[in-house]
């Protein structure tokens, strides 16, 4: 019998690719990985684990509430990697249930070394002193006891809605007079801090169902507790656009009441629930097909942050301040005559987003400036940028802000965003109804002399003051005329939905994102076919596009070298004999959540090099990105901004050891090991000013050479 071809299961999807909800949950791993890792204070340690629960319950809301809905519908719908709605969901729950067990374990970790430096989560039965019971008591009966209202649960009172992650206790009792049993609801307000921290030291936190436990007498005088359980739901919180909608406005603010009524998709039940209060929890899911989950320990892990804002500087990473670019600073804070001098990156969190700030507030107060065009993703709740742009409104500009209603679980606070910028005199658009507007630009059109002079910021993450301390985004200021004329177009585009015909220098989607980078790669084998090196470099949130990723495979077959930084969901399948041999994948998970969208090809020759091809974006290689999103890519030309995107952040991505993980062939994540000479580019570029941004002042001597180390 002839062997069998070890390349023809190549050709099989479950062999190309990776499935997207089970790398979305390694993800999440690293995310958990990074609470047991000792390099990081504990109080930081802590936050990761929180921010794994938090994660984790919105992967739930949104990505399994999606697959419960085709498997409910009898959709048939395969990921790339081949499998059915039922399919996943069957190894999305044992994976979760291993990942949901891992943060029990990792908390328990947590809680004792905790508690060896004063800072202690106590139970409801724990003893304490006459001062401290006296003070929780007031505390319960003045704070929390006037929120509650418990609900029998009999026939006479159906069972209540309880909204989405919203945490419950059921009590079964017994009436002290007749000896009569009855079961009380108590639905624990979303209000209230899910910990009381006891005054005085050592800190003494108490979980708000472990309170209400604790003075379960004073709620239910004249009854016996015997037994309670904690309980918490997820439902579906996506919102699905119909293509109907005629006001988009007014469907947004009625399809976000509706989403707080969505299907159950998960229940956390405490693993002590008694048996008959469990039985009636799954008879109140009924038609759900909800994933009950029993927890043995805490309730909702995401809410663990709640502890991490003890004030204990010595439990948390040191605190850092921004640099503002000493380049802005030479022409006395001008940002306009500093972009008029040359190009220049601000790279976040480690140069200050309120560079970003001040070219708006100069825009607004600048009585030469005549009109701004603005993007408006996510903004957050304190927005300064709102503030600008309404201050430009009132001082008589022309001000177009394009507010984009389908950001998820920002829709509510970009709705209030539009009412106050409208209010204000701004001209407000909500872009194609399909579609969401994903990219990050900002013009200012200036009179200058008897011309006009225009200039942009292209970002690739939001224009968001709270985000921008903690992910690492690039900020690109021009005035080059050419990048002016297509961010016009492209506003035109969102604006009336007048198509571009050409474009100097941006490419975007959903019109032509996908096939440039096709192109641009196909490049990079047709130089290796001519006897020259094909190298390419990309770093991004998520792969997960079927084309480009069989683009790649192509690419490495031809011989082009690739490294990928990923620090998500990957969906290719890196080092696979005869498919994906030159093809390196790693991930960086630290202090700061890396999100920058970059993508460099060396152009006939081995990187880094001057004369590479180097690129920014919004968005990252997914279908969604390049087919249902209005996104940018940019290409980036000055030679010192050229050199700081290649040289400086991508060398000290590729070359970090303390902060990073490669994937194998088997999707398999393994930490990267230190070595000899570790190096931390989170560190790195906190304690080295940029290349662009340096200024003269600055000897070029100040920034450290990276170089690239020979790969193993």
């Known amino acids: 019998m002839a062997e069998a071809d070890p390349l023809t299961s190549l050709t099989l999807p479950g062999e190309r690719y990776f499935n997207r909800e089970l790398s979305w949950l390694a993800f999440n791993q690293r995310v958990l990985e990074e609470a047991m890792n000792r390099a990081h204070p504990l109080l930081e340690r802590l936050r990761f684990l929180s921010i794994s629960g938090a994660n984790l319950d919105e992967f739930f809301s949104v990505r399994v509430a999606g697959l419960k809905g085709q498997q409910l519908q009898n959709v048939d719908l395969r990921s790339a990697d081949g499998l059915t709605p039922v399919q996943q969901l069957g190894a999305i729950t044992d994976a979760t249930a291993a990942l949901m067990q891992a943060q029990q374990k990792v908390w328990g970790a947590l809680h004792g070394e905790l508690v060896q430096v004063g800072i202690e989560v106590i139970g409801p039965s724990t003893d304490l002193d006459a001062d401290s ?122 399809a976000i009441k509706r989403r707080r009524r969505g299907r159950v998709i998960r229940m956390e039940i405490e693993e002590r629930i008694p048996e008959p209060v469990e039985e009636m929890l799954q008879d109140m899911l009924q038609g759900h097909d909800a994933i009950v989950v ?45 972009i008029r001098a040359k190009d220049i990156i601000v790279h976040h969190p480690y140069e200050a987003f309120d560079v970003v700030i001040s070219f708006l507030r100069q825009a607004a107060s600048d009585p030469d400036v005549v009109a701004i065009k603005q993007t408006l993703y996510r903004a957050g709740k304190q927005s300064a940028v709102i503030r600008a742009l309404i201050d430009a409104a009132e001082a008589g500009k022309s001000v177009t802000a394009v507010v984009e209603l389908k950001a998820r679980f920002d829709e509510e606070q970009n709705l209030m965003w539009a009412d106050a910028l409208e209010r204000a005199g701004v001209q407000v658009v909500y872009g194609f109804i399909d579609w969401k507007t994903h990219a990050k630009v900002s013009m200012v059109v200036r009179r200058e002399g008897d011309q006009f002079r225009t200039y942009c910021h292209f970002g690739t993450g939001n224009y968001h003051p709270v985000t921008a301390r ?34 100097e220098k941006l490419v975007i989607s959903p019109r032509d994102l996908r096939s440039e980078l096709c192109s641009r790669i196909d490049a990079e084998i047709d130089h290796v076919r001519e006897g020259r090196p094909g190298t390419i470099w990309a770093k991004m949130n998520s792969l997960v596009d079927p084309a480009i990723i069989e683009k790649l495979y192509a690419a490495s077959n031809a011989g082009v070298q690739i490294d990928l930084i990923v620090r998500g969901i990957c969906c ?104 000899e000479k570790p190096f931390n580019l989170h560190r790195y570029f906190m304690t080295n000013p940029s290349l662009s941004g340096r200024g003269a002042a600055l000897d070029s001597d100040a920034v450290p050479t990276l170089r690239l180390r020979a790969r193993g």
């Open 133 to 254: 019971d006296a003070w929780l008591r007031e505390h319960f009966l003045t704070q929390i006891f006037p929120i509650l209202t418990p609900q029998a649960l009999d026939p006479a009172h159906p069972f209540p809605f309880i909204p989405n992650e919203g945490l419950s206790i059921v009590f079964d009792l017994v009436r002290l007079s007749d000896k009569e049993p009855i079961r009380e609801l108590v639905m624990i307000p979303p209000s209230l801090a899910r910990f009381a921290r006891i005054p005085g030291e050592p800190a003494r936190y108490m979980a708000l169902e472990a309170v209400i436990r604790r003075f379960s007498a004073d709620l239910f005088p004249g009854y016996r507790v015997r037994n309670s359980g904690v309980f918490r739901i997820i439902r579906d919180s996506d919102i699905e656009i119909e293509e109907e909608a005629e006001d988009l406005v007014r469907y947004f603010r009625s």
């Open 294 to 338: 029993e927890v043995e320990g805490f309730v909702g892990i995401g809410n663990l942050s709640g502890i991490v804002d003890e004030d204990r500087p010595d439990l948390k990473f040191e605190p850092y301040a921004p640099r503002f670019p000493e380049r802005i600073r030479e022409y006395g804070g001008d940002c306009f005559a500093a």
């Open 470 to 503: 903690i992910y690492t985004d690039l900020s690109f200021f021009t005035a080059e005329p050419a990048y002016g004329r297509d961010a016009a177009a492209l506003f035109n585009y969102i604006t009336g939905y007048v198509e571009p015909q050409r474009l």
């Open 572 to 675: 290719l399948r890196p080092g696979v004999p005869g498919m994906s041999d030159n093809i390196r994948v790693k991930s960086v998970v630290g202090r700061f959540l890396e999100h920058s969208r970059i993508a460099v090809f060396g152009n006939g020759k081995t990187l880094p090099n001057n004369g590479a091809l180097v690129y920014i974006s919004s968005a990252d290689w997914m279908p969604r990105n390049f087919d249902r999103r209005v996104e940018f890519l940019a290409p980036v030309e000055n030679p010192t901004v050229h050199d700081q995107i290649v040289d400086q952040v991508l060398v000290a991505n590729l070359i970090d050891t303390e902060q990073s993980w490669t994937l194998d062939s088997d999707g398999h994540y393994a930490r990267v090991e230190a070595g």
